[in-house]
């Protein structure tokens, strides 16, 4: 074992959410790596279908009350805490009563998509960055689990990247069938803005920013990708599979080996 910090970023995590495939690696994948003896930190959106009471969530007023600023209007970030029963897993929430604790996942009770989901993204990632840097701890590895997580891998190799919790960070990205419909709206590259990462980073992609697009985004900003499913976007694996980076392909169970084989590729690839 080279790596030994494993940060997850999760969309979805059973039991707070629904089970599907998605929340269920959520829930087994750090699981899985915390029982062959990595140290792991899990962080998911408090999205505003969890029960709070049921799931026994409490705010940690040290870490929150931040002011993040997105298309210039701040945002205050709340973090709240639970830990799955029967585990030794702690789930950190990132909260915000615009983006989150008001709404359901991706899309509302019509089963419409939020228009400002680019923007929740956005919030997310770096609510979660902000936080791990408060809790002074430095991940060998993050995990991205779920679209959710997408541009954590861009801001990494951007705007944290001197950032002492960060510098030696390697990022992996885990591709899943789960997508989004429709894109993140006209406004998604401004609203990404922060420190280093500008529009003129954006270039290359297309101003219709879809699932597609995101999913090149984080692939362009990883150090590894591990397939989750076996109907990816195909786009996607062919991109991927174009990238110098370490690829670990589909299967239905992964063991703790299989991902602690592929962490060491990763965090060796230069």
């Not at 510098?167 to 803005?193: H, M, P, R, W, Y």
Request: charged share 30%; glycine share 4%.
């Amino acid at each position: 074992m080279k790596a030994k910090k494993v940060l997850f970023i999760n969309q979805e995590i059973t039991p707070y959410v629904p089970e599907s495939e998605l929340s269920s690696f959520g829930r087994n994948v750090p699981q899985t790596v915390q029982e062959k003896g990595y140290e792991i930190r899990t962080f998911m959106p408090k999205w505003g279908t969890i029960n709070e009471r049921r799931g026994q969530l409490h705010e940690v007023i040290r870490l929150s009350r931040m002011m993040l600023i997105i298309d210039e209007t701040d945002h205050p970030l709340i973090i709240k805490v639970a830990s799955i029963p029967q585990t030794r897993i702690q789930v950190y929430f990132i909260d915000n009563d615009d983006y989150f604790s008001k709404r359901q996942m991706e899309s509302d009770e019509n089963g419409e998509e939020y228009q400002d989901n680019g923007e929740r993204a956005i919030f997310f990632a770096r609510g979660v960055l902000e936080t791990v840097k408060k809790l002074r701890w430095t991940p060998d590895i993050i995990h991205c689990q779920g679209w959710m997580s997408s541009i954590v891998p861009l801001y990494i190799k951007t705007a944290y990247r001197d950032e002492p919790s960060f510098a030696n960070t390697k990022v992996i990205t885990s591709l899943f069938n789960k997508a989004l419909q429709n894109d993140l709206g006209e406004n998604f590259k401004k609203c990404v803005e922060y420190k280093e990462v500008t529009s003129e980073l954006l270039e290359k992609y297309n101003d219709k920013f879809d699932f597609t697009e995101l999913g090149k985004l984080a692939i362009d900003f990883s150090d590894g990708i591990i397939t989750a499913g076996d109907e990816i976007n195909k786009e996607l694996i062919k991109y991927a599979s174009e990238k110098n980076i370490p690829v670990m392909p589909f299967k239905k169970e992964p063991d703790g080996d299989d991902y602690s084989n592929f962490y060491d590729v990763v965090y060796d690839n230069k």
